[in-house]
């Protein structure tokens, strides 16, 4: 039997019931024809034929290599080389847990390692002991499954699809053809990844330009939505109507409202001629007795005191005929004309200071009936050499002080107490103060129970904490409170300084004037009975970046504190940083921070400047040494004495501008009705309530809470993306 057939044919024939072989065995055939066929005839179920491969090891070891299949031929040099094998190994012989591998090896540059084992229920590609169902590991080569068809070729390592991993660990997830990738679940697409980068939810809805993902929560699907359902906000509660897209302002008891809901637009009354000089006006002082009655002291060149009082209806003062008080000092400041309302029992009087012209100090007690001016008392007991004088009236202790500032640039303080139609008047304390500058302020804190002083000693600002409750005045030490040179840098010496209260904060505000060459400066301070300061904060009023341009820098004539509105009113020169052309003297103001230690940008109040034509409303000129603004005592308003284009001493109330622009915090970005909830939106969203907008344009803050392209010094908000959508930078 030369032939495999005849050996089988011979077997199957029963010619022989078993072929027991020692040692090797050939069977060769010389065509291509089956070299070994096993036939089982056996009718059932079970397994057959079977080629058992039986290692009968008297030492059987874990790992021991129990058969080979080896597929040999020859290479081009003409030597027999294996080119594959399979083997089967046992991985572990303990009676009853026996575990066993099967390997399929090939030979790569003439070597062999295992291509694929299966261990187990495992199968291992490029491993021999897989860890988990399927196991590749391509060594210290990336590696990759590669998925092709008919449509992605398979030519290229750059078709179909692959999942793999790099040689640094980085795992990748590979569409390679330029069609989509989609992910489902519950046998539905939930995400598509397009060919050109885009993101699909259920499909290919890839939503629009600028649209954000946003959560369905657990049980729903996520979607795409505009940018104004989400990014960055928080919810507040409204105290008024909000409509979506307004711009809002953060309240001191963290609620919001819209801006243009608490704006209030300026508003000018008609101006009164009080006199008619033969020159000019000269010093004096705006004061209210209430809300609707009005007082105004003055001195002119006639070198006459006058007092007048008036009505106030709407934006305009009735004032009736002026009242002579006396013959006053012929120059400047000299004359200093001022004055102070009283409160509380003190009510419809107040008390006038001011300088004859033998420099004396005089005080008068006047009062009012409707536009009626009277004068129930009056005196010079305010000593000698007066240059400069200040009063104010101090409520805990029902009575003014005023202080004169002498010849030798000391302070000298006076307690005036009034009892029916007569004033006691104490005697004179030196209060020094080193008031170089003529321009001091008085202040009074009602929260120790003090008044204050403060002065100008060079650059040096200097304050005085004086009691009021002896029969006399008594002062602490003059204390040095800030140094403007060295704090902020002014190469001028200040000039005049104006001093508030701030009774949220309970902070007094110094607010000065540096001169031309210097910006107005402020500090934010807290007095102590002890007679110290306490150094909140100092600043001088600078614009925020990118305002550099204007400084700001100006010499400021009037000042007032209204602490309703939180605002302070100034009335100044140009700024450096102006424009040319507009008028010299115009009012700004500045708004107070919710704590009390900021005061925003200047915000022009228009109705001071200079317009087209080149005309100016109500004439406003300059007049030193004056306090001409004063804010009503629990009102918006404030009245303003000035010398007019014709030099007469005028006066006349205005609405001031109020706004809330500078405390703004965001943009609605739902409607919210007064006392709801509702989300507002903050730095980095995208608000889509707008209209007309101009693509790429910044948008600011404008008085009456709308978006504009003009900087007034109000803040930034943000960028126009579309004519209805603006990006917000600012919050």
């Given at each position: 039997m030369t032939r495999a057939r005849d050996l089988g044919d011979f077997i199957a024939d029963g010619g022989i019931s078993q072929l027991d072989v020692t040692g090797n065995a050939t069977i060769t055939v010389a065509d291509n024809s089956d070299a070994l066929t096993i036939v089982s005839t056996d009718a059932d179920a079970n397994a057959g034929p079977v080629l058992n491969l039986y290692r009968n090891s008297a030492s059987p070891a874990d790992n021991d290599v129990l058969g080979r299949i080896i597929f040999k031929g020859e290479d081009d040099a003409g030597n027999a080389a294996t080119f594959a094998r399979i083997e089967a190994t046992a991985t572990d012989v303990s009676n009853g847990s026996?575990?066993?591998?099967?390997?399929?090896?090939?030979?790569?540059?003439?070597?062999?390692?295992?291509?694929?084992?299966?261990?187990g229920d495992k199968v291992g590609v490029g491993t021999t002991s897989p860890k988990r169902h399927l196991h590749i590991n391509g060594g210290n080569e990336s590696t990759k499954i590669q998925i092709t068809n008919q449509t992605t070729g398979s030519s290229s390592d750059g078709d179909g699809f692959q999942i793999g991993i790099a040689t640094d660990g980085t795992a990748n997830i590979e569409q390679r053809e330029n069609a989509d990738m989609l992910l489902t679940t519950n046998n539905t697409e939930r995400f598509r990844f397009g060919s050109a980068g885009q993101l699909g939810i259920g499909g290919a809805t890839y939503g629009t330009s600028g649209q954000v993902l946003t959560s369905?929560?657990?049980?729903?699907?996520?979607?795409?939505?505009d940018a104004a359902g989400g990014g960055a906000t928080y919810t507040a509660t409204a105290d008024g109507a909000v409509t979506a897209g307004d711009l809002v302002h953060l309240k001191s008891t963290g609620n919001i409202n819209a801006i243009d809901n608490d704006y209030t637009a300026q508003a000018l009354g008609t101006p009164v001629t009080l006199n008619t000089v033969t020159n000019h006006a000269q010093t004096g002082q705006s004061f209210w007795f209430s809300n609707t009655q009005a007082g105004v002291a003055w001195s002119d060149d006639s070198d006459k005191v006058y007092y007048v009082t008036g009505t106030l209806s709407g934006n305009n003062v009735t004032f009736g005929t002026k009242l002579q008080l006396g013959n006053a000092a012929d120059s400047g400041y000299h004359g200093c004309a001022q004055a102070a309302a009283g409160e509380g029992s003190d009510a419809a009087y107040a008390m006038v200071v001011w300088a004859d012209n033998g420099d004396n100090g005089n005080w008068s007690l006047v009062t009012y009936s409707g536009t009626t001016a009277s004068l129930t008392a009056g005196n010079n007991s305010l000593g000698s050499s007066v240059a400069n004088l200040r009063v104010i009236y101090c409520p805990d202790d029902n009575c003014w002080l005023a202080v004169r500032r002498g010849a030798n640039e000391k302070g000298y303080a006076y307690k005036l107490t009034r009892s029916g139609s007569s004033v006691t008047v104490s005697n004179n304390v030196d209060v020094d103060g080193n008031l170089q500058e003529p321009f001091f302020a008085?202040?009074?804190?009602?929260d120790i129970d003090r008044a204050l002083m403060f002065g100008l000693d060079g650059y040096i600002v200097t304050g005085v904490v004086i009691n009021m409750s002896g029969s006399d005045p008594s002062a602490g030490s003059t204390v040095e409170i800030a140094n403007?040179?060295?704090l902020l840098g002014f190469t001028q010496q200040p000039e005049v300084v104006y001093a508030f209260y701030d009774t949220v904060n309970d902070h007094t505000i110094v607010f000065g004037a540096g001169g031309s060459s210097n910006p107005p400066f402020y500090l934010i301070?807290?007095?102590?009975?002890?007679?110290?300061f306490t150094l909140k904060k100092i600043s001088h009023l600078q614009p925020e970046e990118p305002r550099a341009s204007n400084t700001f820098c100006t010499s400021v004539k009037s000042a007032c504190y209204n602490d309703n509105t939180r605002t302070v009113t100034f009335y100044h020169g140009q700024f450096n940083g102006d424009q040319s052309g507009l008028y010299y003297y115009r009012v700004h103001e500045s708004y107070l921070s919710l704590d009390g230690l900021t005061l925003s940008t200047p915000i022009l109040s228009d109705g001071f400047r200079q317009d087209s034509t080149g005309q100016n409303i109500n004439n406003p000129q300059l007049i030193d040494a004056y306090n001409g603004l004063a804010a009503q005592p629990s009102s918006s308003k404030v009245l303003l004495y000035y010398r007019g284009t014709d030099n007469n001493p005028t006066s006349f109330a205005f609405q001031p501008t109020i706004t809330q622009g500078h405390n703004y915090s965001g943009i609605a970005s739902e409607n919210i009705s007064q006392g709801s909830s509702g989300k507002i939106q903050i730095l980095g969203n995208v608000n889509?309530?707008?209209s007309s907008l101009t693509i790429g344009s910044n948008y600011f803050v404008q008085l009456n809470g709308t978006l504009g392209t003009t900087d007034i010094g109000l803040?930034?908000?943000g960028k126009a993306v579309s004519a209805t959508k603006i990006m917000i930078k600012n919050s």
């Open positions: 026996e575990d066993g591998r099967i390997d399929f090896i090939t030979a790569k540059d003439d070597s062999f390692s295992a291509a694929l084992s299966v261990l369905g929560g657990s049980s729903a699907a996520p979607s795409w939505v008085l202040g009074y804190d009602p403007l040179s060295n301070l807290k007095a102590a009975t002890n007679g110290t889509e309530n707008q803040p930034l908000v």
